[in-house]
Each structure stands twice: as C-alpha cells, then as structure tokens.
C-alpha cells in the first residue's frame, strides 16, 4: 500500500462489491452520502483511536459514519473486507502463515495471583474520610 491512511483504489475497486447496496430512494429522500469517504472515516477511527465524534468533517457527519459502521457490522461487511484483504496482501505480497503471534492481553494471567486476596481492615468509605480540625 502507497500509504497507510488511504486504501489503494484496486483494493477499494474490490471491497465495494462487499459493501451491500443501498435502498432505493427514487421516491425522494436524501442522496446516501458516498461509501468510500465513510470508510475512511471508519479507518481513521480505527487507526487512531479517537472518539466518533471527534473524527475530521472531512469524512462527513460522525453520526453518519457511525450509522453506517453499524449497518455494516451487522450484515458482516467487515468479516468479509478482512478475508479480502488477506487474499489482496497475500498475493501482492506474502504472508508467512507458519508463525503467526496473536495479542493476548485480553486474557487472565495464570500466574496472575489470588482471586481470593486479602480483603483490607477499613471500608473504602473509612479510607476516604479525612480528620476534621477543630
């Protein structure tokens, strides 16, 4: 990829075709705004960070970026871009499928101590409470 904040427009040529169609609007209605400015917007979320509604009005309207993220999620658009984008960075340029590392920081240590700790002697409410003067 040229760079790592816009995706390569033979790759978005490809993912479009994943992206579900929108309703029909013939009867009136608002022009949906366009997919692949969301999905950058969507990118940069996911690249930075950053809350939905901090996001550059470059993209267009957070909200609209938002309801559009959830539409997709739930008609696992992304599950399928992911898949594409493996096949797309495997055939351009490889991937090494026998070592492969994973975070796991989502899980509990097994070493990670006592689940039953020694409980402390004051409330946290006891704890809290300064001395008054006077």
Excluded at 19 to 45: H, N
Excluded at 104 to 124: A, H
């Amino acid at each position: 990829m040229t760079s790592p904040r816009k995706i390569p427009d033979e790759l978005w040529e490809e993912l479009q075709k994943l992206i579900p169609p929108r309703p029909d609007r013939s009867k009136g209605g608002r022009k949906p705004a366009d997919d692949r400015m969301l999905f950058d917007g969507m990118f940069f979320i996911l690249r930075t960070g950053a809350a939905w509604r901090d996001m550059p009005e470059k993209y267009g309207p957070w909200s609209t970026v938002y309801d559009r993220f959830r539409e997709w999620r739930d008609a696992q658009v992304f599950e399928r871009l992911w898949a594409k984008c493996l096949h797309y960075y495997q055939e351009k340029y490889g991937i090494v499928w026998a070592w492969q590392s994973g975070d796991g920081t989502y899980v509990r240590s097994p070493l990670g101590g006592k689940r039953e700790r020694p409980q402390p002697d004051r409330s946290s409410q006891a704890r809290n409470e300064r001395s008054r003067a006077g």
